[in-house]
C-alpha cells in the first residue's frame, strides 16, 4: 500500500519569503502529480512529473521529482497572497495491467500573510 | 458544455436513504474516478473505472455502488447513507492515451447525511 506525507500540513509566511513543501512516499512510483485547491473548490493541476530528475516551474512555483529518494519537493518563490490555497501532491502507482491510480496526500494549508 | 460536471452540487439526505451522485463527462476519457475529502485525510478513492462496464474498488468503497453503462456517465450510489458518508465528493476522468495521464476533476458534490 502506498503512503504519502506531506510536510508541512499548515503553513503560513509572509509575503516575499520562500519555503518547500515536501511530499514523501513509500513505495516505487513513476510519475507524480502537483494539484491545487482553493478554499470550496476543486481540484486544479499545476504540474506533471513524469521521471527522475524532472523539474518544472510556473511563476512562483517550481516542483521537481527524486524517484529514488521518493520524494517531491514544491518551492515557492517570493510568495504573494494569491498563493494561499491547499497542495496536495499524488505519486501515481501502477496497481495492476492498465490500471493507473493516484494516492493522495492529506495537503498543505498554505496562508500567505501581508 | 464541455468538460467533466457533477449534480447534483449540494445534498442533504436522512440516515437509511438511498442517494445518487452523478458524473459526466464530454471528452471521452477512458477512466473515470471517485474521491471523498473529509478534513485531515485528503482525497480518499472509493472506486474507479478504466472503461465502460469495467470497475474496481478504491480505499474506501464499502457503503458505495458504481456503475458505468457509458463512457461519460460514472454514477455513484450510496445504498443506505450514514453519517459518516458525509462527505464532499469528487469526480475525476483521465485519458489513457496521453502520456501525462493526469486526471481532471469536477466541481464536487457536498452531500450531508442528516
Known amino acids: 500500500e502506498l503512503k504519502v506525507e506531506q510536510n508541512p500540513l499548515f503553513l503560513s509566511m509572509q509575503e516575499g519569503k520562500n519555503y518547500t513543501i515536501y511530499c514523501n512516499y513509500s513505495?516505487?512510483?513513476?510519475?507524480l502529480y502537483w494539484y491545487r485547491q482553493d478554499p470550496g473548490k476543486s481540484l486544479e493541476s499545476l504540474f506533471v512529473?513524469?521521471?527522475?530528475?524532472a523539474v518544472k516551474q510556473e511563476g512562483r512555483l517550481m516542483a521537481s521529482l527524486d524517484t529514488k529518494a521518493r520524494l517531491s519537493t514544491l518551492h515557492i518563490t517570493a510568495a504573494v497572497h494569491d498563493l494561499s490555497a491547499t497542495y496536495f501532491c499524488a505519486p501515481r502507482i501502477d496497481s495492476g495491467g492498465s490500471n493507473y491510480k493516484l494516492t493522495f496526500g492529506k495537503g498543505t494549508l498554505l496562508t500567505v500573510n501581508p | 458544455d464541455a468538460g467533466i460536471t457533477q449534480s447534483p452540487r449540494y445534498k442533504i439526505t436522512e440516515t437509511g436513504r438511498q442517494v445518487t451522485l452523478m458524473c459526466h463527462q464530454t471528452?471521452?476519457?477512458?477512466?473515470m474516478f471517485w474521491y471523498r475529502q473529509d478534513l485531515g485525510h485528503g482525497l480518499r478513492l472509493i472506486y474507479y473505472?478504466?472503461?465502460?462496464?469495467?470497475?474496481d474498488k478504491g480505499e474506501v468503497p464499502d457503503g458505495y455502488v458504481v456503475s458505468r453503462s457509458k463512457t461519460e456517465n460514472f454514477p455513484l450510489t450510496l445504498e443506505s447513507a450514514t453519517r459518516s458518508q458525509t462527505s464532499v465528493y469528487f469526480c475525476?476522468?483521465?485519458?489513457?492515451?496521453?502520456?501525462?495521464?493526469?486526471?481532471?476533476f469536477g466541481p464536487g458534490t457536498r452531500l450531508t447525511v442528516t
Open positions: 471528452w471521452s476519457h477512458s477512466y
Open positions: 473505472s478504466a472503461a465502460a462496464d469495467i470497475t
Open positions: 513505495t516505487t512510483s513513476d510519475r
Open positions: 512529473l513524469l521521471s527522475n530528475g
Open positions: 475525476a476522468s483521465s485519458e489513457f492515451s496521453t502520456l501525462s495521464y493526469e486526471q481532471y
